[in-house]
């Protein structure tokens, strides 16, 4: 056969195997989660700015918000918005409230040099296990009627609702036996169903760091890309990483349904940096970096071979120092970089390695520690105090500042209490137990942060009292550094 025609033969066959699989091979996109639940945030447009200068062009959202949606505004960054849990009982039985909601957080964006919005994730993670079915009920009425308020706006053909789920929708101790829960395949069948209809993809969240957490029996080797001395046999399949063996456990829930051949995308994957045993810099760079190449590689899985989830967002872009830490400590740490846009490690996405943020408003370079000429006796309940509102996940077991020693631990705590208030100089004092200085005390991997402001005049002296403060702090410093 000449050179011709075995390409045109080749493009035919590569044709007809893209319909019977019911979807396009194209190169995943990586993209990034970005949470807004922060003691210290930058400005929004100082994020996206961030986002361009690394050239990712797919944000996912968790809401909304009106400040974030405006620093996105002529972006021409592709968007996820998310709607809260707590909003799909009423967006599910009242088409009116599904049209609000619609107009106030789509619609309004959705103009030119707008936001280009191409999802809607409905709820997130509605059918979490320890939710005990709290909202599952509501999702598919939420979905019908915010896609009829999408069909009413004109937007039904470009953006297109999605439904983030755990892991722990399905189960099974083979990939190959993947099933969903037998308490959600009724829902999770009418879900696939209406997603099918309009186009869009499947989107789930996969954790290997919360498997090998949770399980001390998990092979650790197996939650990388490196190879593993623990590989899965599953019939004529083998699998060396759990990332794979999760995503053919989905493929064979789906197929199971009706649905093998649905588009997937992975909402959430990453690994934290601090706040547990296992969660570092080193673990963080070497599942994130492998992550990356195995998806950009287009290996895809045993059971959909050559074809990678159609996108996959990293968790997260940034640290969030406010979240709950109920599940663990490592909740606050699973940024690709800090809260203020500073890269943790080497990571290349595809485009070159992390580049920081630029022009980050920071406060002052100064930091609160423990006096060192003070009794620290009493100092027990200042530290509670400060922790309570501040965040010291770091200094618990498994933390980057865990073994700073007891006046480092109190500094810590002191410090990011202080940050926290905007170094009012007030809330340094700890009942005279705690100084400002100028000198940095961040020890080894355990860094003393220093906050950061929108706006530039927080970050000067603006009275005669601050120049006195200021003054004073310097003679004190001073004084210290000649004792």
């Known amino acids: 056969m000449a050179y011709q025609e075995k390409t045109l033969f080749s493009f035919v066959v590569v044709g007809v195997l893209l319909l019977c699989w019911g979807v396009i091979v194209v190169q995943s996109g990586i993209g990034v989660n970005w949470g807004t639940i922060s003691l210290h945030k930058m400005s929004p447009v100082t994020v996206v700015d961030l986002l361009k200068e690394n050239k990712i062009q797919k944000v996912k959202l968790f809401d909304a918000d009106a400040d974030v949606m405006k620093g996105l505004m002529g972006s021409g960054l592709e968007v996820m ?61 939420a979905m019908t009627n915010l896609q009829q308020s999408l069909a009413k706006a004109n937007l039904a053909r470009n953006v297109k609702l ?94 199971k349904i009706g649905y093998g051949q649905m588009p997937i995308v992975i909402g959430e994957v990453g690994w934290p940096t601090d706040g547990a045993f296992g969660a570092n810099l080193t673990a963080a760079r070497v599942f994130n970096q492998g992550l990356v190449n195995h998806v950009l590689s287009n290996k895809g899985t ?105 006046k480092g631990n109190i500094s810590y705590a002191f410090n990011s209490y202080y940050q926290l208030q905007k170094q009012n100089p007030r809330s340094c004092d700890f009942d005279g137990l705690g100084m400002v200085t100028f000198l940095n005390p961040s020890i080894g991997e355990c860094r003393f942060l220093v906050g950061v402001s929108d706006y530039a005049s927080s970050s000067g002296f603006t009275s005669q009292n601050s120049w006195i403060s200021l003054l004073s702090i310097i003679l004190w410093n001073v004084w210290l550094f000649l004792m």
């Open 302 to 406: 045993p059971l959909r071979p050559g074809i990678p989830p159609m996108d996959v967002y990293l968790f997260s872009l940034l640290d969030e120092g406010a979240k709950s830490v109920l599940p663990g400590n490592f909740e606050r740490h699973w940024g690709i970089f800090s809260f203020d846009g500073q890269s943790k490690y080497p990571l290349n996405l595809g485009n070159g390695l992390l580049k920081n943020a630029k022009d980050v408003g920071y406060l002052p370079y100064r930091w609160c520690i423990a006096n060192p000429l003070k009794d620290l006796a009493e100092v027990t309940n200042h530290v509670k105090l400060a922790c309570t509102y501040a965040d010291c996940t770091t200094l618990n077991y498994g933390g980057s500042c865990n073994g700073i020693g007891a």
């Open 162 to 255: 999605v439904v983030p789920c755990n892991a722990d929708a399905y189960e099974s101790s083979l990939p190959s036996q993947g099933a969903f829960r037998p308490e959600l395949t009724s829902i999770i069948t009418q879900m696939v169903s209406l997603l099918n209809a309009n186009g869009s993809p499947f989107v789930v969240n996969i954790y290997p760091f919360l498997s090998l957490y949770g399980n001390s029996d998990f092979p650790q080797d197996y939650a990388f890309f490196e190879g593993t001395t623990h590989a899965v046999t599953d019939g004529p399949n083998v699998y060396y990483n759990a990332f794979d063996g999760n995503l053919d456990t989905l493929i064979a829930a789906l197929a």
């Open 81 to 141: 918005v998310g709607i809260p849990n707590d909003m799909l009982a009423i967006l599910g039985s009242s088409t009116s409230a599904a049209d609000l909601w619609v107009s106030q957080n789509v619609s309004r964006y959705m103009v030119k040099g707008g936001v280009d919005i191409k999802y809607v994730a409905v709820g997130n993670e509605p059918f979490l296990t320890s939710y005990a079915g709290q909202y599952q009920s509501y999702v598919v009425p």
